[in-house]
């Protein structure tokens, strides 16, 4: 096989997209995948990825939208325990932390009072490709963590508070969207980028 071109990877990272919509890669593996898909030379690495990632079928081309629509949604097997939450999470006095491998459902919510929010998107597992997160905290500061290559929309208002965010390392034109509307009342809003699997830098003194 030869060469590849933009379109070829276009095509294989709107796929990668659909198949983070399904719940079948957590944001960590879309980051992945999505990284090296941008990196590929041949349309030999290429379809190795898309294979890794279930995207590649027997016909041997990237499942495409309409495709992937018509699939059932599975999800790739895991030692680790899933979270699923049903309803708004609450933390009254007390810390919400969400992170490993994780459900995070369309318009979920967490609330706290008095307490921070922690929440490590890397191994979190979407089931759309837009999806809605909202967070309230009051005298208490919200951490989100996201892996590089997924596209974040940020909203909300904070009284007596700080918004601090870093840009990605990469930037990818596909992509899951996580839309964030971040309310607090004497505490800061705090978003970093961290690829999959790595430690919170000591160094990172505003996070």
């Not at 030692?79 to 699923?84: C, E, F, K």
């Not at 597992?125 to 940020?154: A, C, F, N, Q, Y």
Request: hydrophobic share 40%.
């Amino acid at each position: 096989m030869g060469d590849l071109n933009d379109n070829d990877r276009e095509r294989a990272a709107k796929a990668l997209e659909k198949q983070v919509g399904l719940g079948r890669l957590t944001l960590g593996e879309f980051s992945d995948m999505s990284g090296r898909i941008w990196e590929s030379e041949t349309a030999e690495q290429l379809n190795a990825i898309l294979a890794e990632a279930g995207a590649l079928p027997e016909k041997g081309r990237p499942i495409m939208a309409e495709e992937a629509d018509s699939q059932a949604v599975i999800r790739r097997e895991s030692s680790a325990v899933t979270i699923r939450n049903v309803g708004p999470v609450k933390g009254w006095m007390d810390d919400v932390e969400r992170k490993g491998r994780w459900d995070l459902t369309e318009g979920a919510e967490v609330f706290t009072l008095m307490g921070d929010i922690y929440l490590d998107l890397r191994e979190a597992i979407i089931d759309s490709e837009i999806t809605d997160l909202k967070t309230h905290s009051v005298m208490g500061d919200t951490r989100i963590l996201i892996p590089p290559g997924v596209r974040v929309e940020l909203s909300g208002s904070r009284i007596m508070g700080a918004l601090k965010t870093e840009e990605g390392r990469y930037a990818a034109p596909y992509g899951p969207i996580i839309r964030i509307q971040a309310d607090t009342f004497i505490g800061d809003v705090k978003i970093r980028v961290l690829e999959p699997g790595q430690r919170v830098p000591k160094n990172w003194k505003w996070f």
